[in-house]
């Protein structure tokens, strides 16, 4: 069972931040958080992950709480080519990656 | 960046028939190779993890011997669905894992729809 909780879908407003967030309560410490995407029938898109401290890349923010028991991804300038299904999974390095449902985020012109 | 690809990207063929994936990483030595499934409107699924040179790992429910997986290099696997029916119309996604010092990030094909007749 995936060890994420996601809201099963957001809207954001184009040119907008989406801010997309996620529950994993039950994280252990070994354990990182990872974010990827999936837009319609393609492949599963890795963003960023992390394991304490916030990080930044080109595509995104990933925001985790100092207890580690939620995160947000932020997409800082949403466009229509974000919409897409977003997954946040709880993984050890060694470990396979379990999909949840994820959050279908769309975004609005 | 690390690259899988898939082929084909999509295959129709009847049912009682053969179909073979193939799933590559181009460049980067895969050790482990992973197969998922998704039906329309559904997460991936995780059918099987492969390990270059040995067994397959199933996850429970799906069966062995319906879908074959090889993993005989490190840049390839492939997943043979056996005796294809209707129902085992989905989209098949394969990823590999990057074995590198302190890394092992797993990346994903952009699938292959299946449609059994």
């Known amino acids: 069972d995936a060890k994420t909780t996601q809201p099963p879908s957001m809207d954001c407003a184009e040119g907008r931040a989406a801010n997309l967030p996620c529950n994993h309560s039950?994280?252990?410490?070994?354990?990182?958080v990872y974010w990827y995407r999936q837009i319609h029938s393609q492949g599963p898109q890795y963003i960023i992950h992390?394991?304490?401290n916030n990080e930044t890349n080109e595509m995104a923010s990933l925001i985790i709480t100092e207890d580690r028991k939620s995160s947000t991804l932020i997409l800082p300038h949403a466009t229509l080519r974000d919409t897409a299904v977003y997954y946040c999974?709880?993984?050890?390095?060694?470990?396979?990656?379990?999909f949840g449902k994820g959050t279908r985020l769309h975004i609005l012109p | 960046g690390a690259v899988v690809s898939q082929h084909p990207s999509w295959v129709i063929c009847k049912s009682g028939t053969s179909v073979k994936i193939e799933c590559r990483s181009l460049?980067?030595?895969?050790?482990?190779m992973f197969w998922y499934r998704q039906f329309p409107k559904q997460s991936l699924m995780l059918m099987a993890t492969?390990?270059?040179?040995?067994?397959?790992?199933?996850e429970q429910g799906v069966e062995k011997d319906k879908f074959l997986i090889n993993h005989a290099s490190l840049t390839l696997s492939t997943l043979t669905v056996t005796s294809a029916h209707p129902e085992d119309s989905s989209f098949y996604i394969c990823?590999?894992?990057?074995?590198?010092?302190?890394?092992?990030?797993?990346?994903f094909g952009p699938g292959t729809r299946l449609t059994v007749l």
């Open positions: 990823s590999a894992r990057e074995w590198t010092s302190g890394d092992n990030e797993q990346f």
């Open positions: 039950t994280i252990s410490g070994n354990e990182y």
């Open positions: 992390g394991l304490k």
């Open positions: 999974i709880v993984r050890g390095r060694d470990d396979k990656i379990i």
């Open positions: 460049d980067f030595q895969a050790t482990t």
């Open positions: 492969s390990n270059e040179g040995s067994k397959a790992t199933y």
